[in-house]
């Protein structure tokens, strides 16, 4: 009996420090939220800053680390930060976005408990409400593989982050009313890379040595296109997934996009143009920053070298030329390619068709004729809660009905572990961003014209890229795989922020009757209430 009871504390005490060992790292951050003078047009503005800073911190993590994140809101207006592809998986209570999760009220503050579960690459966070997002809080998130984990190619000697995207000399609060009185956006007053307008940042290398360029597109209505002057790019990384290494002179990225490219100082010894300009717009601005060699005493001079402008063709024979490396790791160590995509089987097509219809004499945008209306409860929380009225499921059809557009709180069905087909139609002449919460998909085809059932012989089934926000071109549409294994609220949006603004998102309900912790995680302890869940408890 004395044996017995040994051998049951040992293996009592060998468990507990294995469930320890076992447990994922924790990182922790203490933000504050403010407003400051920021001038990145030379123009004075009100700023949001994070910490201070305008961007805001970098978020550097390894696979499968947890964040703990304590947001401070010392604005007079409430705010909450979304995390662009970030999955969040089981867990759409920290998406931060109006349909999960209540907002911060000044003067408080509310702690996102982030997971990068089985995660890689190069992602952002951003303002969710309102047009913050005009105003600063966005930042940089970087994850790296774990160390035991193969990457395709040799560490680089060093790794820069450059979130760029059009900028407005108008703050938020007027841009936001310049849409709820119906009208549409101005035409944007340039463009900033890291918060900094012409020559504002200067990354340093060193001759003969390669660097890693990660890239976001975290504007709020243009695509853009990245060059630098004398230097090939060569592709990486996409949104979480290794991608074959071709080489580009310069890059399409649209609104919400990120690519990882590496890039080897290997010109002469002098000092070349960052090259950002707009993309698909009559009007081109441009803005630049400096590739200095450590050991150049040579500056930039004459003009930035120009890209790409009206010409959709070229970006098109490029988005096809971005493809999956099949035989590289991604946050596991199995090859990225040992998942099929492309030999399973959609249980049903999902067709989003995107519009731009006046309601009530205001301009407003829709999917499949409906046009998203806030609700005064969180969704997430008023599904928790069973709280009647605030949506009900089917709220938007899985096709477009060519009726006319309406306000609907919108929310579409679906089952946990289907596999689906999603068709995003676009008849207008813009080019459209999609991003979806909570998923990466299979972007398996585009076109123009209408999608029909057809289109389908056109598909990559072998090596397309899994990625979390695709573009559409005008009058075209762009298919993708989902395979519907996180269950949760999930947003999906334009990144157009003008149109999300205005209607042109919903939620997909990703639903199991399953109560287990296996399926989905409960109620935070610390969610915020608000709304008609207001008064009522979390959990013990």
Known sequence: MKLYNVLSSLILVTFFFTSVNCEDPYRFFTWKVTYGDIYPLGVKQQGILINGQFPGPQIDAVTNENLIISVYNYLTEPFLISWNGIQHRRNSWQD??????????????????????????SFFYFPSLGMHKAAGAFGGIRIWSRPLIPVPFPPPAGDFTLLAGDWFKLGHRRLRRVLENGHNLPFPDGLLINGRGW?????????????????????????????????????????????????????????????????????PVKDYYVVVSTRFTRRVH???????????????????????????????????????????????????GSYHYGLIKPSRTIMLANSAPYINGKQRYAVNSVSYLEPDTPLKLADYFNIPGVFYVGGISTLPTGGNAYLQTAVMGANFHEYVEIVFQNWENSVQSWHIDGYSFFVVGFGSGQWTPNSRVRYNLRDTVARCTTQVYPKSWTAIYMALDNVGMWNIRSENWERQYLGQQFYLRVYTPSKSLRDEYPVPKNALLCGRAGGRHTRP
């Open 96 to 121: 931060g976005v109006s349909g999960t999760t209540c907002p911060i009220l000044p003067g408080k503050n509310f702690t996102y408990t982030l997971q990068v579960k089985d995660q890689i690459g």
């Open 199 to 267: 020559n504002g940042n200067t990354f340093t290398v060193d001759q003969g040595k390669t660097y890693r360029f990660r890239i976001s597109n975290v504007g709020l209505t243009t695509s853009i296109n990245f060059r630098i002057q004398g230097h090939t790019l060569k592709l990486v990384e996409v949104e979480g997934s290794h991608t074959l290494q071709n080489t580009y002179s310069s890059l399409d990225i649209h609104l919400g996009q990120s690519y990882s490219v590496l890039v080897t100082a290997n010109q």
């Open 286 to 336: 441009t803005t630049t920053s400096i590739l200095h060699y450590s050991n150049s005493r040579i500056g930039v001079s004459g003009p930035a070298p120009p890209g790409p402008t009206l010409d959709v063709t070229s970006s098109i024979f490029q988005a096809r030329t971005i493809r999956w490396n099949l035989t590289a790791s991604g946050p596991r160590p199995n090859p990225q």
